[in-house]
Each structure stands twice: as C-alpha cells, then as structure tokens.
C-alpha cells in the first residue's frame, strides 16, 4: 500500500499575489448576487419562478450553512421588483346573507381609503337619522298615520251607537278594546241592577247585545287590513325619513370606486333606508353595552364595516412575505371569535389575514 504523507502547513494554505487585482478594496466589488458553486440550484430557481401560474412551489433543501436562504430571497427580490404591486381585499357584510361575508377587490391602497370614507359616512348617517327621526315632522306625519286608523274605527262603530242605544245596547270604549253594556233610559245598568232584572227581560237585553255584537263585528271586519295599511303606512314614512337623511351622504360614498365597490355602497343604502329607525335605536343601545365594558359582536355596527383584509398601500412590486411558523391557521388565516353567556360570535370585522393573503399577487 502507498504510505500517505502529512501535508505541511504551506500546503494547507491558498495563497495568491494581490498585485493581480485592479482593485483596492472589495467593497468597489459589484455583488455577486446569485451562490457560488450552486449552478443548478440557481438554474432551478430562475426556472420555477418564470412559470407564472398558479400551483407552482418551490422547496429548498440542503446542509445548514450553504445559502440557501438567501438565494430564494435574491431571486424573489429581483422578481417582485418588476411586477405590479397586486389589489388590496377587504371584506364586508352580505345583508342578505350575513354569515356568508362578500370578498371585494380595490386597487393598491384604495382599500384603506374606502375603509376610512366608510366610517366617516355612517357616523354622518347615524347623526343624520338621529335628527330626522326625533324631529317635528317626522313625529306629526306618524301620529296623522296613527289618527287615521282611529277615525275609521269611530266612523264604523258611530253608525252604529244611535241604532244600538235604541235596542238598549250601549258601545263603550275600554282599554281593552270594545265593549257592550245594558241601558235604560240612556243610563247604563251595572251588574246588581241587570242581575235584578225579570228574567224575560235580561233574555231581551241579551238578545239585542247579540244582534248588536254580530252588527259590530260585520262593521269592524275590515280593521286588519285598516291595521296592515297602517303598519305599510308606517313602514313607508320610515323609508321617505331615512332615505331622505342618507341619501347624499351616500351619494358622495358612491364615487370613485369599482362597479362591485358601488353596488355594494347600493345595497347598504338599501338596507338603511328600509331599516333605519329600528337600527337606530339598536346602535344606541350597543353604545351603551359599549361604554359599560360590555363586549358587541355582530350587532349594527359591524353591519356596515369594512374590513381591511389585505393592505398594499406601502408595497413596492409584488409582495413576499417569510412565514416563520407555517401553520394551518397562519396560513390561511381565520375567523375569530368572542364568548358571550357561553356562547361564541364573530362577525365580518372579525375575519382574519393569512400569509397566503397577504402574498396574493406575490410570494
């Protein structure tokens, strides 16, 4: 066998003249960039991020210590630096079906603005129904609507009073609702006077109640749908109220944003003008709850929130974004919840951002 001898320190050093080099310092030296010896690997790379196609990944495997990390971090600078900085996502509420919230997309730093005139709006909605609702004329149109409804019970009852009182039947009005009594020369007999009548004759009162009943409900049979036209009534002097409050202040919401943006602005105009006064009253109390320490969740407030998903309003080129705990719920985010009396609620300003968001449109 060959018998291996020691190398000698000289030969354990790599030594080179510096009179070869046209520079001073290595700090005049342009970077590398990309690792050396790692041809294949950078070739791997260039190739993996030129397929501009969902569904592609990459994974970099190798000993500690070779660079790994920054390689994939140089590439994906170079790369992210020449593609368009992606929209911004926020989520709001589907007022048809609130447990499905609706995703919508706004250009790069739009999200955030919209957000803001979102919340700058409803606080002059809320002050705009808060006068509209508690004002003169609001108050005189409703009790007109409310009077109606009196004066049509009165003129079907008043045709009948003189005919009953003939018959010795008087209508009385109670709390209650209506009533029939027993009279006699045009006083009313309470009970230990009609108790002390002849029989025969109680039997005629009871008879002439009857006919009178019957007379007064044949009279009356229309007030349900007297009631539902009031209640219709009613409904429509609220919509007139509200949508006259929001009506520009929504307006102005409406300008400068994509189609999905506005029709959306539409319909929570909609959902105001058709149920201002009972969400009116709502919030006041949420405030209240508020101010107390109590936790809100899902009430009207939420209702018509914005929430910022994805914000690219300081983004330069596509983001990249380094998850250092790739777990399911970092990654795709979440929906947060609150405990209130034993129960968990969450609402749309509750959905929360994953890695996988944030990165839409980058890495």
Same mark, same amino acid.
């Given at each position: 066998m060959t018998k291996l001898a020691p190398l000698t320190a000289d030969q354990l050093r790599l030594c080179c003249d510096p009179a070869q080099f046209e520079f001073d310092s290595t700090e005049e030296l342009e970077p590398l960039g990309h690792a050396i010896g790692q041809s294949r690997a950078v070739g791997a790379m260039a190739f993996a991020l030129s397929m501009d196609r969902p569904g592609y990944n990459v994974f970099a495997q190798g000993p500690t210590g070779m660079g790994k990390h920054y390689v994939v971090q140089q590439f994906l600078k170079e790369v992210a630096a020449r593609r368009p900085v992606p929209p911004d996502w926020i989520y709001v509420n589907d007022f048809q079906n609130p447990h499905r919230p609706?995703?919508?997309?706004?250009?790069?730093?739009?999200?955030?603005?919209?957000?803001? #005139?979102?919340?700058?709006?409803?606080?002059?909605?809320?002050?705009?129904? @808060?006068?509209?609702?508690? @004002?003169?004329?609001?108050? @005189? =149109?409703?009790?007109?609507?409310?009077?109606?409804?009196?004066?049509?019970?009165?003129?079907?009852?008043? #045709?009948?009073?003189?005919?009953?009182?003939?018959?010795?039947?008087?209508?009385?009005? @109670?709390?209650?609702?209506?009533?029939? #009594?027993?009279? =006699?020369?045009?006083?009313?007999?309470?009970?230990?006077?009609?108790?002390?009548?002849?029989?025969?004759e109680r039997a005629a009162y009871d008879k002439a109640m009857e006919a009178v009943h019957e007379k007064l409900g044949a009279a009356l049979a229309q007030e349900p749908l007297w009631e539902r036209e009031q209640r219709e009534q009613l409904r429509q002097l609220d919509h007139e109220t509200a949508d006259f409050a929001v009506r520009d202040i929504l307006a102005d919401l409406s300008n400068g944003w994509p189609d999905p943006v506005n029709a959306w602005v539409e319909e929570l105009k909609a959902d105001l003008t058709g149920n201002g006064n009972q969400f009116l009253e709502a919030r006041d109390e949420e405030a209240k709850a508020r101010a107390a320490g109590m936790p809100?969740?899902?009430?009207?407030?939420? =209702?018509?929130?914005?929430?910022?998903?994805?914000?690219?309003?300081?983004?330069?080129?596509?983001?990249?974004?380094?998850?250092?705990?790739?777990?399911?719920?970092?990654?795709?985010?979440?929906?947060?919840?609150l405990t209130i009396m034993g129960a968990p609620l969450t609402d749309v300003t509750l959905v929360r951002a994953g890695a996988l968001h944030r990165a839409l449109g980058g890495f």
């Open positions: 609706r995703a919508l997309q706004l250009p790069a730093g739009k999200g955030r603005e919209f957000r803001d #005139a979102v919340d700058g709006a409803m606080q002059d909605v809320w002050a705009s129904l @808060s006068n509209a609702f508690t @004002s003169d004329d609001y108050g @005189s =149109r409703r009790r007109v609507v409310g009077e109606l409804l009196e004066e049509r019970q009165k003129a079907a009852v008043g #045709a009948l009073q003189e005919e009953a009182a003939a018959s010795g039947v008087a209508i009385l009005r @109670s709390a209650g609702g209506l009533a029939l #009594a027993p009279l =006699r020369d045009e006083e009313l007999l309470d009970k230990d006077e009609f108790d002390g009548l002849p029989e025969e809100r969740v899902g009430g009207v407030a939420a =209702r018509y929130a914005v929430n910022l998903l994805v914000d690219n309003e300081k983004t330069v080129g596509a983001p990249v974004v380094y998850e250092d705990f790739p777990s399911v719920g970092n990654l795709l985010g979440g929906v947060e919840h």
